[in-house]
């Protein structure tokens, strides 16, 4: 059974940064592509980073320049800098996993301007 477990959020200023985590368990995690996404409210969960198997990655424009996703043999991180407002969201980890998408249960973060 695929587990994907987030961590790392919280509330920061306009300005500041957070790592957010991810722990992935019950798949062959180093051969799939994960990815980063959040939801704000009211919102439609969206994009913003993805790694592949091969360690190449796609960013959302919004945050480009900002963030970076990257991940080792047993964790995906997304380094997030300058954070703004508009950020704040629920994020999400997901792996693709065979013919599925899998989720985590997601962090909050909140950026206070």
């Known amino acids: 059974q695929v587990q994907l477990v987030e961590s790392g959020g919280g509330l920061v200023q306009a300005g500041g940064s957070l790592r957010l985590s991810c722990a992935a368990s019950?798949?062959?995690?180093?051969?799939?592509?994960m990815g980063w996404y959040r939801q704000a409210p009211g919102k439609q969960r969206e994009l913003v980073a993805v790694?592949?198997?091969?360690?190449n990655t796609n960013y959302a424009a919004s945050v480009k320049g900002r963030f970076t996703i990257s991940r080792d043999n047993v964790k995906m991180y997304l380094q997030m800098k300058s954070l703004k407002p508009e950020d704040t969201a629920v994020y999400y980890c997901?792996?693709?996993?065979?013919?599925?998408?899998?989720w985590g249960q997601g962090t909050q973060v909140t950026v206070s301007s």
């Open positions: 997901s792996e693709d996993f065979g013919p599925y998408r899998y």
């Open positions: 019950g798949s062959t995690f180093s051969a799939n592509t």
């Open positions: 790694i592949s198997s091969a360690g």
